[in-house]
């Protein structure tokens, strides 16, 4: 039997996202099916639909932060039940022996994680497809449980933008009282102002749009600095123990850099297309660091889901329809978003 799917795809790199149909299989015996209810829509969709990062896949089903309902099982399937509420974010598979795999650091498989979508499954080579759909079949090993209590919209943008914010913070280990700067307040900004203020952090949005400074507040932040302002930026010189840097396009490191206190860190997890101009005597003489995260493995991201519970953390959401897709893409490319588009599945 096949699933039949309704969803949203991009035929090309420069064509708007239209009505798609396409079909799964019934789940495999490790395999769940699941109706999707929401759907975030990260800046990576954005990126990879419009094949900013090279090598995209088309026709293109983006999206990977889903929450939905169990509709069917496989025959091997024991941690879910049909009706739970679950999640899937961007991976569907990994190797599963490698190092990285057997500590739960699936995003770092050696041999590559087969991405939510634009990617190819391991085995029959045919293209995954994401969240902008009815339905998605995904690997029980990539599922995972949504805690009661917590709005199911809402709840959607944890599956990337929760855990790529949350699996930084907790690497570098972010405890009460430090000091956190956040670059870029939009939905992974938003969600990193929520999460470390959960930790007892002080919170610092440092943001290029003086529009978001009253949301920065009401997210949880207790500072707002202008990055364009230069005399807020010199007073936050040598400030913060951590910075977290969202920002979805190309843009000065290096003052972010003279932001952190000695032996400081600064996160990348924006992902500009271009490089970066690194000025390396901002790392030298405060002995500062600079590093990269991407996602997070599948037991922290149900740590980070279990923590969202517990805390009442969900993201703040604008749930849109599916014709409204592109028109939420524009917004935002123009940094509008407020602070992530969800899109409702009933609307395809
Ligand atoms: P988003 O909602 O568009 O937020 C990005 C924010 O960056 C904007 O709201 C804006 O905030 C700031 N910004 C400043 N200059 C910008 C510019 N020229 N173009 C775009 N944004 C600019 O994006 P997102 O979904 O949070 O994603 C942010 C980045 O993280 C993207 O590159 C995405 O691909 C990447 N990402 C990485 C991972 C990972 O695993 N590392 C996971 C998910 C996403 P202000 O108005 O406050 O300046
Ligand atoms: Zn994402």
Excluded at 25 to 49: R, T
Excluded at 321 to 344: H, L, M, P, S
């Amino acid at each position: 039997m096949t699933i039949k799917t309704k969803g949203y795809a991009a035929k090309s790199a420069t064509s708007p996202l239209t009505p798609f149909e396409f079909e799964y299989q019934d789940p495999a015996e490790n395999e769940i099916q699941i109706e999707v209810e929401f759907c975030g829509i990260c800046h990576s969709d954005i990126h990879q639909a419009r094949d900013e990062w090279g090598g995209s896949i088309f026709p293109m089903v983006p999206g990977h932060e889903i929450v939905g309902k169990v509709k069917s099982l496989g025959s091997r399937v024991t941690k879910f039940k049909v009706g739970e509420r679950v999640g899937v974010g961007c991976m569907v598979e990994s190797c599963q022996t490698c190092g990285s795999c057997k500590e739960s650091l699936e995003q770092y498989c050696e041999k590559g994680f087969t991405p939510t979508y634009n990617g190819l499954y391991r085995e029959t080579k045919k293209p995954t497809k994401g969240g902008y759909a009815t339905q998605i079949v995904v690997d029980q090993n990539f599922v995972l449980k949504i805690p009661d209590g917590l709005d199911p919209a809402g709840a959607a943008p944890l599956l990337c933008a929760g855990i790529t914010t949350y699996s930084p913070m907790k690497f570098v280990g972010v405890s009460r009282g430090q000091k956190i700067g956040v670059l870029g307040l939009g939905g992974l900004g938003h969600m990193a102002v929520k999460l470390a203020n959960s930790f007892g952090a002080e919170v610092t949005v440092l943001s290029g749009s003086p529009s978001k400074k009253d949301d920065a507040k009401r997210l949880g932040a207790q500072h707002f600095a202008l990055t364009k302002n230069e005399d807020e930026m010199t007073k936050l010189e040598n400030h913060f123990d951590l910075i977290i840097d969202t920002v979805a396009a190309k843009h000065d490191v290096n003052q972010a850099l003279e932001l952190l206190k000695r032996q400081g860190t600064l996160v990348m997890v924006g992902i500009s297309d271009k490089p970066l101009d690194l000025g390396v005597f901002g790392l030298v003489m405060k002995r500062r660091k600079i590093m990269g995260s991407l996602i997070g493995g599948i037991r922290e991201t149900q740590e980070m889901l279990d923590h969202c519970g517990k805390h009442k953390i969900t993201s703040d959401v604008e749930v849109i329809k599916a014709a409204q897709i592109n028109e939420a893409y524009e917004r935002t490319v123009k940094g509008q978003v407020r602070y992530r588009f969800v899109i409702d599945s009933k609307s395809y």
